[in-house]
């Protein structure tokens, strides 16, 4: 992995070896991000059996895969930026889908995101992890704003601004006015699912432990993890007028948005992950919506277009 630095990049103080301080950089951001995961790992095998089963992981899973397409293919590729046209029905599913995952409704989502690619790293972006600045405090207090901290503002992105369309839809605004009860049911509806196959209060609350906090949790996190370390740490293998970069390791529990580089040298794009090797799910899963009918006009990655945005090795 490399660092993200400014073009061209600011010279370091003497005191400082720019190439310690990335490494130092990597290492307390890869146990911040790494150590829960790590400790969520080892619980399970401690777990197993009487606090975790089988039914717990197959519920999350359904509703981590449901509600993370909901995020990746829904709010971001279709709604945000019209990678492809879809079918009202697959419209709709895809708005619950993405309501499933409980970090905006679809609306807010969508102003926030524009907003972002707007102002891409740039004063007015609102999670850019380099709104302090360049030096090695700046960017840990960036990149802990850009993880979480810009939720906690009050102001949001405008609707009427950035999402005239959306608010132009009454299916989009009905799927907006809903976003409670759908996260009503992304929260308890684990649990209820859990209580009924096991015909247990003690199945429901695993379920509602692993299958809604730990899921939720785990998403949210993935999802900010894009907002931050994809704009800090990775590599560019593509020009964007920003630092987007592309983080290899977060490809598949974030169904490919973790090859952020390309998205933002190509924000329309279908396929995120475009070169050999990068495996894109949410892109897979629109290929197959694609066959069956269910979308059209998709906009797959240009070779030509791809090859002129290269950056030189």
């Avoid at 993405?98 to 409704?105: A, D, I, P, R």
């Avoid at 649990?191 to 906090?213: E, Q, R, V």
């Avoid at 993890?225 to 560019?236: A, L, M, Q, R, T």
């Avoid at 070779?303 to 090795?313: G, M, Q, S, T, Y």
Wanted: proline share 5%; glycine share 8%.
């Amino acid at each position: 992995m490399t660092i993200a630095v400014d073009r061209p990049a600011p010279t370091p103080k003497p005191e400082h070896d720019p190439s310690r301080r990335s490494k130092t950089e990597l290492a307390i951001f890869g146990l911040v991000v790494g150590l829960p995961l790590v400790a969520f790992a080892a619980a399970v095998p401690f777990a197993w059996g009487w606090g975790l089963t089988w039914t717990d992981v197959i519920i999350g899973f359904v509703f981590y895969i449901v509600s993370g397409l909901g995020v990746t293919v829904g709010f971001h590729r279709y709604f945000t930026h019209g990678s492809f046209k879809a079918k009202r029905g697959l419209k709709i599913a895809l708005g619950v889908a993405g309501s499933l995952s409980l970090e905006m409704s679809v609306l807010d989502w969508v102003a926030v995101h524009r907003k972002h690619h707007k102002f891409s790293d740039k004063e007015g972006d609102p999670h850019s992890p380099w709104r302090f600045g360049t030096s090695f405090k700046a960017v840990t207090k960036g990149l802990l704003y850009a993880h979480m901290g810009w939720l906690f503002e009050a102001e949001r992105a405008n609707r009427e601004k950035y999402a005239p369309d959306l608010l132009k839809d009454p299916d989009i605004v009905k799927l907006h006015k809903a976003f409670i009860p759908l996260a009503a049911f992304s929260l308890f509806g684990p649990a209820i699912l859990g209580g009924l196959i096991t015909m247990s209060w003690w199945g429901a609350f695993t379920a509602f432990f692993w299958a809604t906090l730990v899921r939720i949790g785990l998403l949210h996190h993935v999802t900010w993890s894009i907002n931050s370390i994809c704009h800090v740490f990775g590599d560019e293998e593509f020009e964007s007028r920003d630092k987007s970069r592309n983080v290899w390791i977060l490809a598949i529990p974030s169904f490919g948005e973790s090859w952020h580089n390309l998205h933002h040298a190509e924000p329309t794009c279908a396929r995120h992950g475009a070169l050999k090797g990068q495996i894109d799910l949410s892109a897979g899963t629109i290929r197959i919506f694609e066959k069956l009918g269910w979308a059209h006009d998709v906009r797959w990655p240009n070779p030509e277009r791809l090859a002129a945005k290269r950056v030189a090795a």
